[in-house]
């Protein structure tokens, strides 16, 4: 029997969680290969300085039945303005039964046009720039539309990771999974959404950490529409 082929995007910058949570799941699946694919063998750096090393290229990459790809402020940025990644994802979600993202990586699906029309999420920052790719905005944590299933921000993958399991492999498979990384969140705080945080610390990050991504976003795409 071949294997369950699932393969994630890298790119310099990309937030090394939006990759690592889903990956640490879905690793686990039983009768699974894991694919880390980037345009080509040399080590990715993440936003937080930790390497990542490919397994593949998009030359050699082999057809994938769930292609991911991850997000990244800055790193997200460039990936949409470069052609080849664009067209990479646009060749494997062709044929790939899950087509998926994880936090601001829903821009690089939309810019490759697999999001046109349907309904997604992305890192709250940015869900007002959705319409942006001619996605509708759903608010959840995890969001799917046919085949398309995309997640909010960077642990917003651990959930996506732990539906994909249980749609692939069965919620009792999903559940074990869930147990052995002992994956039981009770943050300090209660200000890891939005709706909650405090509406000083919502306006810092908008005008400091998020303010100049999302003024790149809006060039990047409409430059990306382009190509």
Same mark, same amino acid.
């Given at each position: 029997m071949s294997p369950f082929n699932i393969g994630f995007v890298v790119f310099p910058d990309l937030t090394q969680l939006d990759f690592t949570g889903p990956l640490q799941i879905l #690793? +686990?699946? /039983?009768? #699974? $290969? @894991?694919? @880390?694919i980037a345009k080509s063998e040399a080590p990715v750096p993440s936003d937080c300085g930790l390497g990542l090393v490919p397994t593949h290229t998009f030359a050699n990459c082999p057809p994938l039945d769930l292609l991911c790809v991850p997000g990244g402020s800055y790193g997200v940025v460039q990936a949409i303005g470069d052609r080849e990644t664009i067209e990479f994802v646009r060749r494997q979600a062709g044929a790939a039964k899950y087509v998926t993202s994880v936090c601001t990586g829903a821009f690089i699906l939309g810019v490759a046009g697999i999001l046109k029309g349907r309904r997604a999420t992305t890192h709250w920052a940015f869900t &007002?720039?959705?319409p942006l790719v001619g996605a509708t905005h759903e608010k !959840? +944590?995890?969001? +799917?539309?046919g085949n398309v299933i995309t997640a909010g %921000?960077? =642990? #917003?993958?651990?959930?996506? %990771?732990l539906t994909v399991a249980a749609e692939i492999a069965g919620e009792t498979t999903a +559940? =074990?999974?869930?147990? %052995? @990384?002992?994956? &039981?969140? !009770? /943050? /300090?705080?209660? !200000? %890891?959404? /939005?709706?909650?945080a405090? $509406? $000083? @610390?919502?306006? $810092?990050?908008? #005008?400091?950490?998020?303010d100049e991504p999302r003024s790149a976003f809006r060039a990047g795409i409409d430059n990306a529409t382009r190509l």
């Open positions: #690793s +686990r699946l /039983p009768q #699974s $290969a @894991i694919h @880390i &007002d720039l959705l !959840a +944590r995890v969001v +799917r539309d %921000g960077v =642990t #917003s993958g651990i959930d996506f %990771g +559940r =074990t999974i869930q147990l %052995g @990384i002992e994956y &039981d969140p !009770a /943050p /300090p705080f209660d !200000a %890891g959404h /939005p709706d909650r405090p $509406a $000083a @610390i919502k306006s $810092a990050l908008l #005008s400091g950490r998020y």
